[in-house]
């Protein structure tokens, strides 16, 4: 389809006017898919054993309140069932939060560059999205946007660690975030990277729920858990919330297979192997950082399952995120470009790291 064909019939022009997301491409000829910060490891057979039973049952619809999966969430955070709701990937939290609270008219703050579906989250309810820049650090400026907090500000987005970036905000300057906003204004921790996080300062969802009752935590097992192609995430927080987000929520989004696929993967023997595949992931992110900044270039602190080049070649940066892009994909390795930002390249097979570096290398030397 032509992205630049006009439409036959009227569609509104700020619909128009905002690009669509763009799902990581895959490559076309041998090497590495690095552009979507994707598990490289293969389900567990336990998992897999789970969806082939699961699968038998694909003529009926899932049960809608999924209480065994919604139990074992909430007393990870230490809650009752209430607080927690299901949908297809976190970013369809996303999409119902900001449709829920923010109209025609109202606002909702977000740091950039960071998740890429965040402009597009206000279209449906005609709400406008306030982009507020990172720091020189590329991290979240949380001064500068509590300062762009107004009467019309109804959502504050964080995502943390954040993407593409890859600093985490910490508990402290959290909390003193949090003193700026008004009680009644929503705030979503966007925790989709969170299983990847070592920093012990790192603030965590289920140690600030109980004292912001307008946070919601926001967590999916797309990453960690490696069920992407299944959809499914989570948010937790105050029930009358959810239950809001429900109401502007796709019904029956939620398929059995990817209840049965969690389920699954919340198990104990399943837990020890995550974990395990969750610690070499972030020993390859740390390495591949680590391999970046000896080639002189300022990669930021990493807390995700991805590490971020930026640009601007005089700052320890690349000159051109398109053309180092260019330069991956013609050796067969594909990573995710944010014009005039910088690189994002997920940790991804213990292979990549090699490639990535020989790479970057030869693009820094051409």
């Given at each position: 389809?032509?992205?630049?064909?006009?439409?036959?019939?009227?569609?509104?022009?700020?619909?128009?006017?905002?690009?669509?997301?763009?799902?990581?491409?895959?490559?076309?000829?041998?090497?590495?898919?690095?552009?979507?910060?994707?598990?490289?490891?293969?389900?567990?057979?336990?998992?897999?054993?789970?969806?082939?039973?699961?699968?038998?049952?694909?003529?009926?619809?899932?049960?809608?309140?999924?209480?065994?999966?919604?139990?074992?969430?909430?007393?990870e955070?230490?809650?009752?069932l209430?607080?927690?709701?299901?949908?297809?990937?976190?970013?369809?939290?996303l999409?119902?939060?900001?449709?829920?609270?923010?109209?025609?008219?109202?606002?909702?703050?977000?740091?950039?560059?960071?998740?890429?579906?965040?402009?597009?989250?206000?279209?449906?309810?005609?709400?406008?999205?306030?982009?507020?820049?990172?720091?020189?650090?590329?991290?979240?400026?949380?001064?500068?946007?509590?300062?762009?907090?107004?009467?019309?500000?109804?959502?504050?987005?964080?995502?943390?660690p954040?993407?593409?970036?890859?600093?985490?905000?910490?508990?402290?300057?959290?909390?003193?975030?949090?003193?700026?906003?008004?009680?009644?204004?929503?705030?979503?921790?966007?925790?989709?990277?969170?299983?990847?996080?070592?920093?012990?300062?790192?603030?965590?969802?289920?140690?600030?729920?109980?004292?912001?009752?307008?946070?919601?935590?926001?967590?999916?097992?797309?990453?960690?858990?490696?069920?992407?192609?299944?959809?499914?995430?989570?948010?937790?927080?105050?029930?009358?919330?959810?239950?809001?987000?429900?109401?502007?929520?796709?019904p029956?989004?939620?398929?059995?297979?990817?209840?049965?696929?969690?389920?699954?993967?919340?198990?104990?023997?399943?837990?020890?192997?995550?974990?395990?595949?969750?610690?070499?992931?972030?020993?390859?992110?740390?390495?591949?950082?680590?391999?970046?900044?000896?080639?002189?270039?300022?990669?930021?602190?990493?807390?995700?399952?991805?590490?971020?080049?930026?640009?601007?070649?005089?700052?320890?940066?690349?000159?051109?995120?398109?053309?180092?892009?260019?330069?991956?994909?013609?050796?067969?390795t594909?990573?995710?470009?944010?014009?005039?930002?910088?690189?994002?390249?997920?940790?991804?097979?213990a292979?990549?790291?090699?490639?990535?570096?020989?790479?970057?290398?030869?693009?820094?030397?051409?």
């Amino acid at each position: 389809m032509s992205e630049n064909a006009a439409p036959p019939v009227r569609i509104r022009a700020d619909v128009l006017a905002t690009p669509a997301y763009r799902q990581g491409a895959t490559p076309t000829k041998p090497g590495f898919k690095l552009s979507s910060n994707e598990n490289p490891f293969s389900p567990l057979p336990g998992v897999l054993e789970a969806i082939a039973r699961r699968s038998e049952e694909s003529n009926r619809y899932a049960a809608a309140a999924m209480p065994e999966l919604r139990a074992g969430l909430a007393g990870e955070f230490g809650v009752s069932l209430d607080h927690v709701h299901l949908a297809a990937g976190s970013v369809a939290i996303l999409y119902q939060l900001v449709h829920a609270a923010a109209g025609s008219g109202d606002e909702y703050l977000y740091a950039w560059p960071s998740f890429e579906a965040y402009p597009a989250l206000g279209l449906a309810s005609g709400a406008s999205g306030v982009a507020v820049p990172l720091t020189a650090g590329a991290e979240h400026d949380l001064d500068a946007m509590a300062a762009a907090i107004t009467d019309r500000t109804r959502v504050i987005l964080l995502c943390t660690p954040n993407n593409p970036t890859g600093p985490a905000i910490r508990r402290a300057e959290f909390e003193r975030f949090m003193a700026r906003v008004p009680s009644d204004t929503l705030v979503v921790l966007d925790e989709a990277y969170r299983e990847f996080v070592t920093d012990p300062e790192a603030v965590r969802g289920e140690d600030v729920l109980r004292d912001h009752p307008n946070v919601i935590v926001l967590r999916t097992f797309s990453k960690a858990y490696g069920l992407a192609a299944l959809r499914i995430g989570y948010g937790v927080g105050h029930p009358a919330i959810l239950s809001a987000a429900a109401s502007v929520g796709i019904p029956l989004s939620v398929t059995g297979i990817a209840e049965s696929a969690a389920l699954a993967s919340l198990t104990p023997e399943a837990r020890t192997v995550h974990a395990e595949r969750i610690a070499e992931i972030v020993r390859r992110r740390d390495a591949l950082a680590a391999g970046l900044r000896e080639l002189g270039l300022a990669v930021p602190e990493a807390q995700g399952n991805f590490v971020w080049i930026p640009e601007g070649g005089e700052r320890g940066g690349i000159g051109d995120s398109q053309a180092l892009a260019a330069a991956f994909a013609e050796a067969g390795t594909l990573v995710r470009p944010f014009a005039g930002h910088g690189v994002r390249i997920s940790a991804g097979e213990a292979e990549s790291l090699d490639e990535v570096l020989r790479v970057v290398r030869g693009f820094l030397a051409g």
